[in-house]
């Protein structure tokens, strides 16, 4: 296997090169105009790219400092599912502002007894004339004060077995009747929240797809590899690699310290494997299937390895907030970070200390490391199901990945 990207005078790198010369300072609606938002998205919205191409899109894009539109969750979950079930109108109206970030998204799924086994959910959504009637609450909405539109999950029958009477919506955060509370962090920062619905009314073209249907696309939401590709930090794609910590910290003359440094590097360069075989099943046509769930599950613990390390390393200042050098070293963790105007810099976050503290947050945040466990014991090691032991039934969920029974 060649583990290289396409070399320098790869013609799909000069393009892009050509591009960035005719926009050496592109704005967020230059790059989603011309398709490099989300390269692997049909035209006109992205470029059709393959994985290489996607990558090499990517890399030019980093290599030329271009910072790109911030809406994690508009551009790597709901679009994806917007492409697979929405229908042209919705399309063409919310896919351009997700992608140049001028509308940011949240994803309205967890309820305080349905995180795991998300399709336990009790939110409902009754149609009334041409609206649905939503009433309901969700909890550690990302986001969500911040956001312009939200993709919510609810019951349309409850008569149904659970997973069958879950619909998808399109929900705006600014409809009567929506309340949101925030919950402070233990980063000092403020990003999630709890949604309350009281009779909000929600016009009946924001439905996705199907009525029923939504399990199927919560599943498309979900199952979204775009991150798996990516060669991002330890922090879901932000913060460092293992490899800026390691350049950091040089010289390490404590051997104790050494044996940790070599450790992470050694986990970096396996992942690195595991998303290089990710990307040949992808180029092949295949589904990444339970790798995704083993690199998620390895990502997340090197992550918190790696940000104790880094604290560890930088001393008495990995106390404190705020510490300037280590300025680009976190993720957007605080909502004054998230917005989609904010420069880079101030997206990037205060200090290591930070990122220390949100890594606590990886092995729970889309699919927690026990759940990953479940997926990778039955689907890869061939064990009995997981049992649901109130229902004495198999037990699945959206975020185990577990097909739907
Ligand atoms: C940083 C972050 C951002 C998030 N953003 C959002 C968001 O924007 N929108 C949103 O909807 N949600 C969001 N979440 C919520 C997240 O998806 C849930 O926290 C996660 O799915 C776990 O659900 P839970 O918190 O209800 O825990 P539970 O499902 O109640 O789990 C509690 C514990 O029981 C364990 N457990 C549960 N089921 C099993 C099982 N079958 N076998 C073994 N162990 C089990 C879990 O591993 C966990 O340790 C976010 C979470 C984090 C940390």
């Given at each position: 296997m060649d583990f290289a990207l396409p070399a320098d005078d790869d013609p799909r790198r000069r393009e892009v090169r050509a591009w960035l010369d005719d926009?050496?300072?592109?704005s967020a609606a230059d790059l989603a105009a011309a398709g490099y938002?989300?390269?692997?998205?049909?035209?006109?919205?992205?470029?059709?790219?393959d994985p290489i191409h996607q990558l090499i899109v990517d890399d030019e894009l980093r290599h030329a400092r271009v910072r790109m539109p911030v809406n994690p969750i508009g551009i790597g979950w709901a679009g994806p599912t917007l492409l697979f079930a929405g229908s042209a109108d919705q399309q063409e109206r919310y896919l351009p502002p997700i992608l140049d970030g001028s509308e940011f998204w949240c994803q309205l799924f967890s309820e305080p007894g349905s995180g795991?086994?998300?399709?336990?959910?009790g939110t409902r959504a009754i149609r009334d004339g041409d609206d649905f009637v939503v009433n309901g609450q969700k909890i550690w909405t990302s986001g969500a004060h911040i956001s312009r539109f939200g993709i919510l999950l609810a019951r349309?029958?409850?008569?149904?077995?659970k997973h069958r009477g879950i619909s998808y919506f399109i929900c705006p955060?600014?409809?009567?009747g929506i309340e949101i509370r925030p919950i402070g962090e233990m980063t000092g920062g403020h990003t999630f929240n709890e949604v309350f619905f009281t009779d909000v009314r929600i016009p009946?073209?924001?439905?996705?797809?199907?009525?029923?249907d939504g399990w199927r696309l919560a599943k498309v939401t979900l199952g979204n590899e775009r991150i798996s590709l990516s060669s991002g930090g330890v922090l879901w794609g932000n913060g460092p690699t293992a490899l800026d910590v390691i350049e950091a910290a040089?010289?390490?003359?404590?051997p104790l310290l050494r044996q940790r440094y070599a450790q992470i590097y050694i986990e970096h360069r396996v992942l690195d494997l595991i998303r290089m075989r990710t990307l040949t099943a992808r180029l092949k046509g295949e589904q990444p299937g339970a790798e995704a769930s083993v690199r998620k599950l390895l990502a997340d613990q090197h992550g918190q390895v790696v940000m104790n390390l880094a604290r560890d390393t930088i001393g008495a200042d990995g106390?404190?907030?705020?510490?300037?050098?280590?300025?680009?070293?976190?993720?957007?963790?605080d909502s004054a970070n998230l917005g989609?105007?904010?420069p880079e810099s101030e997206m990037t976050g205060p200090s290591w200390h930070d990122g220390f503290l949100f890594s606590a947050a990886l092995t729970v945040g889309g699919g927690t490391t026990e759940v990953q466990r479940n997926i990778i014991a039955e689907?890869?090691?061939?064990l009995p199901h997981d049992l649901d032991v109130q229902r004495g039934q198999p037990w699945s969920s959206v975020r185990a990945g577990a097909d739907v029974p």
């Open positions: 926009h050496p300072e592109p938002v989300a390269p692997h998205w049909p035209a006109p919205y992205g470029i059709d790219a795991s086994d998300l399709a336990n959910l349309t029958d409850s008569e149904a077995p955060m600014d409809a009567d009946a073209i924001n439905l996705v797809g199907d009525l029923h040089r010289p390490v003359a404590d106390m404190l907030t705020g510490v300037e050098q280590a300025r680009g070293f976190v993720p957007g963790t989609p105007d904010k689907r890869v090691l061939g």
